[in-house]
C-alpha cells in the first residue's frame, strides 16, 4: 500500500486548507487511517485518527477545527482543516494501519504505510 498526500501550502491565520491522502490500492478501505505532523525539532504527532466504522479520535489541540474524512469508494482520505493557527505549522503525514489502535493511535509505531508528507505553512 502507498499513499501520497497533496493539498498543503501556504495560508493566513484563520484560513482553511483539505489535505488529501491518496491509497493505491482498494484495500485502503479494510485500514484505520490517520494524520500526523511534524514541525522542526520537534516529535511527530498525532493528528486524527479513523476507524473503519467511521469512529474519529482527534488531538486536543486541533478537536473542534479539524475533520478526518474518507471516500473508500476512490481510496482517499481527507483532513479539513478550519481556523488555521501558525502553531498549526508542519509537515503533514498521512499514515495506515490494519490493526485497531484505539487509544494507542498516537504512537507512531502502529501504522505500516507512511506518505512522503505534505507542507503547511500557516503564516500572515
Known amino acids: 500500500l502507498q499513499l501520497e498526500e497533496s493539498g498543503g501550502g501556504l495560508v493566513q491565520p484563520g484560513g482553511s486548507l483539505r489535505l488529501s491522502c491518496a491509497a493505491s490500492?482498494?484495500?485502503?478501505?479494510?485500514?484505520?487511517v490517520a494524520w500526523f505532523r511534524q514541525a522542526p525539532g520537534k516529535e511527530r504527532q498525532g493528528v486524527a485518527y479513523?476507524?473503519?466504522?467511521?469512529?474519529?479520535i482527534y488531538g486536543t489541540s486541533v478537536k473542534g477545527r479539524f475533520t478526518l474524512s474518507r471516500d473508500n469508494a476512490k481510496n482517499m482520505a481527507y483532513l479539513q482543516m478550519n481556523s488555521l493557527k501558525s502553531e498549526d505549522t508542519a509537515v503533514y503525514y498521512c499514515?495506515?494501519?490494519?490493526?485497531?489502535?484505539?487509544?494507542?493511535?498516537?504512537?507512531?509505531?502502529?501504522?505500516?504505510?507512511w506518505g512522503q508528507g505534505a507542507q503547511v505553512t500557516v503564516s500572515s
Open positions: 490500492e482498494f484495500t485502503f478501505r479494510y485500514y484505520n
Open positions: 479513523l476507524d473503519e466504522s467511521g469512529s474519529a
Open positions: 499514515a495506515a494501519t490494519g490493526a485497531d489502535a484505539g487509544s494507542l493511535w498516537q504512537k507512531t509505531q502502529w501504522y505500516e504505510y
